[in-house]
């Protein structure tokens, strides 16, 4: 479209949205379809804290609806400065240091706003989420970290090291999205030392200093007695290049009310705040002030996430046995329960095998839609996060917590039914 931006023409929907049109399409005609594709919640089976339901409203009722400020309520600021202190042993001014916004995606992208010029290297490892869409939008230079499962699809300082000589910014999350795998101690402490050890000698030389976003979205939600660690906990000297974002959308199963928060340097934070001026990307304000108060009341939130954890891990767990019973059946499929969030990963190993009616899968992207028509479980392939090895393909997300259990075990059966039905190809025979 030649009338428009260079950047409107670079942009389109992500491959995730992509096969969730699909799937709509296909749920329109009538067809049943176990959708395990986007990150969010079956309402019904997991609700929003109640207490959290009623101090929106009371907020509401208190006339609580004017815009908030730019750097976001106080109050919330107070709590998520404490829960971090509590939680993490790292203090955070909220004053200067923390800013409030429409959930995680307004301060991810703010961030690298903040920090990437165009043409400014971007290292992000792949699979992850959105980070090739932020980097386009902001006009970095693409720096793609392909992982492997043999670290948990998560990067290592040795593959970073190779490439931040010159870059401006790293981002990582932990627990990753999309297969729930968290750094454990060494690993990050690792590439925290690598950032300062990288930030020394660029001050040495006077050159601008190389940052790291870390997304922590999922940590709430942590299970198995997993410890999550956040970077400055590990390694303060990493806390002047370190922005850290942050939600209660997700961990309070509450997408919608779009709160989150980010830490971080004063000056990239100040910024930051600029930007979401300008887009107005701000929470509102009833749902800041509620948050703030979910947060004082700490044994009603302790409890609400255990409570969610336990049946986000009863959902995994009957998707998890179903496979478990295919592989032992000797069905080329296997799953993996995460150490946090609420995705499970599946690996299927579909590629280049023949469907009934003749044709050839050979990408993961045809896997998944194959299963959507003959199997109706819709999955999101690791292709759709950027990657783009061999070994990559075999590897899909599923959103357990977007449907019931029981229409999760009503899939099964269907599923088995249509990898069964694929054999090997005869083409790749005769070849």
């Not at 931006?5 to 379809?33: C, M, P, T």
């Not at 690298?112 to 490892?125: F, G, H, R, W």
């Not at 300082?157 to 981002?171: F, V």
């Amino acid at each position: 479209m030649e009338n428009l931006s260079n950047l409107a023409n670079a942009l389109d929907y992500s491959d995730i949205i992509h096969l969730e049109f699909y799937v709509q399409e296909q749920l329109a005609k009538g067809k049943e379809i176990c959708d395990l594709i986007i990150g969010d919640f079956d309402t019904q089976q997991f609700p929003m804290p109640d207490y959290l339901t009623a101090q929106i409203q009371q907020a509401y009722e208190n006339k609580q609806n004017d815009y908030p400020p730019l750097e976001g309520v106080l109050s919330l600021r107070d709590e998520v400065a404490k829960q971090t202190k509590k939680h993490f042993n790292v203090s955070y001014n909220p004053d200067t240091e923390m800013l409030i916004s429409g959930g995680a995606r307004p301060l991810l992208y703010s961030a690298m706003l903040a920090t990437v010029s165009a043409e400014d290297k971007v290292i992000y490892p792949v699979p992850s989420w959105n980070n090739m869409f932020y980097t386009t939008m902001c006009g970095g230079k693409h720096v793609p970290i392909e992982t492997s499962e043999a670290n948990q699809f998560l990067p290592t300082a040795e593959q970073l090291q190779a490439h931040i000589s010159d870059a401006r910014l790293i981002t990582l999350c932990s627990p990753q999205n999309p297969n729930g795998s968290m750094f454990s101690k060494q690993q990050l402490g690792e590439i925290c030392d690598m950032v300062v050890a990288e930030n020394a000698r660029r001050r040495a030389i006077n050159a601008k200093p190389l940052y790291v976003i870390y997304d922590q979205v999922y940590w709430m939600l942590t299970m198995q007695e997993v410890e999550h660690y956040h970077p400055a906990s590990l390694c303060p000297d990493i806390k002047p290049y370190l922005i850290v974002v942050d939600a209660g959308t997700k961990a309070f199963a509450a997408t919608g009310i779009r709160v989150g928060w980010a830490t971080g340097p004063h000056e990239v934070i100040a910024k930051m705040q600029v930007i979401q001026e300008h887009i107005g990307a701000m929470a509102p304000t009833a749902e800041q002030l509620a948050t703030a108060v979910l947060f004082q009341n700490e044994a009603y939130l302790q409890s609400y996430l255990a409570g969610f954890k336990e049946k986000i891990l009863a959902s995994m767990a009957v998707l998890h046995q179903g496979v478990q019973d295919m592989k032992g059946a000797g069905i080329a499929i296997d799953s993996f329960i995460p150490n946090a969030g609420i995705y499970m990963t599946l690996k299927i190993d579909a590629i280049n095998m023949e469907t009934p009616d003749g044709n050839v899968l050979e990408n993961a992207d045809q896997v998944s839609r194959y299963l959507i028509d003959s199997a109706g479980l819709a999955l999101v392939p690791f292709a759709s996060f950027g990657c783009r090895s061999k070994a990559s393909q075999l590897w899909y997300r599923a959103a357990v917590c977007t449907i019931s259990p029981s229409e999760i075990e009503a899939a099964l059966p269907r599923l088995q039914t249509a990898l069964l039905a694929l054999t090997q190809s005869r083409q790749l025979l005769e070849a």
